[in-house]
């Protein structure tokens, strides 16, 4: 049959459409990136092996040696080694919003964070979460619910055992917060109002935690004198209420203790023997950082800041709690406060950076003990201070950090640049383990340290296709020079970025190159997964 002559323009014209279609599509790239000739380190712990690993919307596509296919950019790692992105499971972010680039943590190579800890959150982790509709962030972020907040919320600041009511509202609110995606209940034992719990209460609340599969994080009650007894009440609590333990920041806080991280590591090691899966996170350095008034006694904090400097306007109160600082340096085997620099204390920005026994002594023209004391509470009445306590010694921090079952977690928040004299974990952490512990002492394999930033964070805190390089999860990857990463913080000059981190990916996007953020923010809020979560 013979075709009229418009049809076989139409026809021709169809085919034509048809074979440009064709050729558009065969051009179209295979994977959004492909990183070629990667040293890889997975994050199982596994030897490192050489391969590319091609990404395509926001997932681990590929992974094999001398991959095929098209991308639209590709970056030659060759002599640069490709690790999934760090996770810090003990961050304080709760402000991220305003600051949502995160830049020291994602200068660290961190793609992912965990806030809510040492028993102070967000109560609402619906509403928390939700906010990346608005405010984009550049890492992903999860939270914990915390006991502190949550009694606070129900009984202020009240030194007692709750009521059968009062407990049945907390409750409540930790089961909406896990019903919302929360990772797990956080205490802080050192702080008020969390210390004013006692053990049965946490227990309670985390029988509620343990019915949708999460996990118990705690700073103990005691990181000094008392650290063994508070490492048993935290194990006491996981097999009472049936659930995982985490140990935030483990540490040996007093000189009489110095030595001991042994006797420490062996509890949890027994505790693991009869089935509690029990973990710990640990900063790398020798010096801690809180706020001032926990150098306070507990009775002294009841009710609250206001009603705390009403008792220091008492002549014979405040000199009970003066008496009682003296006997808990003394307690602890130390001279005098010297070991206390102020990071940041808004009442006077030239204390910032000094130790009490030198503020004292500008403050007072005098530096004996008593003084120093008086010296405490007159900056708590003035608002309180953020503090750095040098408080550790090194074959401790090793020893922990050598064990199998500790993370990597930096115990800090989003860092204003330039602003106090804070703790340099806040920039420097990651960077430190790799260089220093790694590389430079030898101390842990490459492959092992991020183990102990990727995959053991994500299995403990139960963070779903997270923390392995591994086809299908998601492309939160760093690249960096293992020869020359290092931190270049100190305690001195904080405010410095780490070196050596080439290249961070956030769900499959490039946030940090050439030593610059992009401005990129692909972060994702996630929730618990597993038993009662959200996928």
């Given at each position: ?16 459409a048809?074979?440009s ?20 380190v997975?994050?199982?712990?596994n ?12 997932r ?12 639209r950019?590709?970056?030659d ?44 959150s ?24 915390a ?9 202020k ?45 946490i ?62 590591l ?8 009869r ?14 950082s ?25 002549p ?74 040098h ?7 090793i ?28 920039y ?53 020079d ?32 050439e030593?610059?953020l ?18």
């Amino acid at each position: 049959m013979k075709l009229p002559g418009s049809w076989i323009a139409a026809l021709s014209l169809l085919l034509c459409a048809a074979a440009s279609l064709a050729r558009g599509q065969a051009a179209a790239p295979q994977y959004d990136l492909l990183i070629r000739k990667a040293r890889v380190v997975d994050g199982t712990g596994n030897p490192w092996f050489r391969a590319d690993v091609a990404v395509k919307d926001g997932r681990i596509a590929r992974i094999g040696r001398a991959l095929t296919g098209t991308a639209r950019r590709v970056v030659d790692a060759e002599g640069l080694t490709l690790a999934p992105g760090f996770i810090d499971v003990h961050a304080h972010t709760e402000d991220i919003f305003s600051h949502p680039d995160a830049e020291n943590f994602i200068r660290m190579g961190v793609t992912t964070l965990v806030t809510g800890n040492c028993g102070a959150s967000v109560i609402d982790v619906g509403e928390f979460l939700s906010r990346y509709r608005e405010t984009p962030l550049a890492v992903n972020l999860a939270t914990l619910i915390a006991h502190g907040s949550v009694r606070a919320r129900v009984m202020k600041y009240a030194n007692r055992a709750p009521t059968a009511d009062e407990l049945a509202e907390m409750q409540r609110l930790v089961a909406k917060a896990m019903e919302d995606g929360a990772l797990g209940l956080s205490t802080g034992l050192i702080y008020a109002p969390g210390s004013f719990a006692q053990t049965d209460e946490i227990v309670a609340l985390a029988r509620v935690v343990a019915r949708f599969g999460g996990v118990y994080a705690t700073h103990m009650r005691n990181e000094g004198n008392g650290v063994l007894e508070a490492i048993e009440e935290a194990i006491a609590i996981g097999e009472q209420a049936g659930l995982p333990v985490e140990i935030s920041h483990l540490k040996v806080s007093s000189p009489r203790l110095w030595g001991s991280s042994d006797r420490m590591l062996g509890l949890i090691r027994a505790a693991r023997a009869r089935g509690l899966e029990v973990t710990a996170d640990q900063y790398a350095y020798t010096a801690s950082s809180t706020s001032l008034e926990t150098m306070l006694p507990n009775w002294a904090l009841e009710g609250g800041r206001a009603e705390a400097v009403k008792r220091l306007a008492d002549p014979v109160t405040r000199r009970k709690i003066k008496d009682e600082l003296l006997e808990s340096l003394k307690a602890k085997g130390r001279a005098d406060f010297s070991y206390a620099v102020v990071a940041f204390y808004g009442a006077n920005l030239d204390y910032n950076g000094k130790h009490l026994v030198e503020i004292t002594r500008l403050a007072q023209g005098r530096d004996d003990l008593d003084a120093q004391a008086e010296q405490i509470l007159a900056m708590y009445e003035q608002g309180g201070a953020g503090m750095i306590f040098h408080g550790m010694r090194e074959d401790d921090v090793i020893r922990i950090l050598r064990e199998p079952f500790t993370m990597v977690a930096a115990d800090a928040g989003v860092r204003k640049f330039g602003v106090g004299v804070p703790h340099p974990r806040g920039y420097g952490n990651n960077a430190r383990v790799l260089g220093r512990y790694v590389r430079d002492l030898g101390l842990l394999t490459l492959e092992d340290a991020v183990r102990k930033m990727t995959s053991l964070p994500a299995q403990t805190f139960r963070l779903a296709e997270r923390g392995l390089l591994r086809e299908g999860f998601a492309a939160d990857l760093v690249l960096f020079d293992d020869q020359t990463i290092q931190d270049k913080a100190t305690y001195e000059q904080p405010h410095q970025f780490p070196v050596g981190i080439r290249m961070v990916i956030v769900n499959g996007v490039v946030v940090l190159e050439e030593n610059k953020l992009t401005g990129a923010r692909p972060g994702q809020a996630l929730h618990l997964t597993g038993q009662g979560g959200r996928p």
